[in-house]
Nanobody
């Protein structure tokens, strides 16, 4: 499975961005998918995850109410709509495919990772 993340960029605080992650190869719509992010000098942290049907979502407290995760299984694509961006959201964002169908905040629950897309929010 290959994951291609896109949509990152340089924005100002308060702006919005929409990240996309397209999966190819031996894909399956039965797996949950997630977004993580990693800022320089920090560990990769959970951002959001979505169940394979899209009916169950999970968010970190730091993005809850501002970010929305969604997926289109027909396109093998997961999205992350990011609103009201803050400078502390600056990081490389990674999408990942989970081993199971239930959303998880644990990195160990994911076995395929994309290459990351950079999001930079200026104040």
């Amino acid at each position: 499975v290959q994951l291609q993340a896109s949509g990152g960029g340089l924005v100002q605080a308060g702006d919005s961005l929409r990240l996309s992650c397209a999966a190819s190869g031996r894909t399956s719509s039965n797996n949950a998918m997630g977004w993580f992010r990693q800022a320089p000098g920090k560990e990769r942290e959970f951002v959001a995850a979505i169940s394979w049907r899209g009916g169950v979502t999970s968010y970190s407290d730091s993005v809850k109410g501002r970010f929305t995760i969604s997926r289109d299984n027909a396109k093998n694509t997961v999205y992350l709509q990011m609103n009201s961006l803050k400078p502390e959201d600056t990081a490389a964002y990674y999408c990942a495919v989970a081993r199971g169908s239930v959303p998880s905040a644990s990195r160990s629950s994911y076995h395929y990772w994309g290459q990351g897309t950079q999001v930079t929010v200026s104040s």
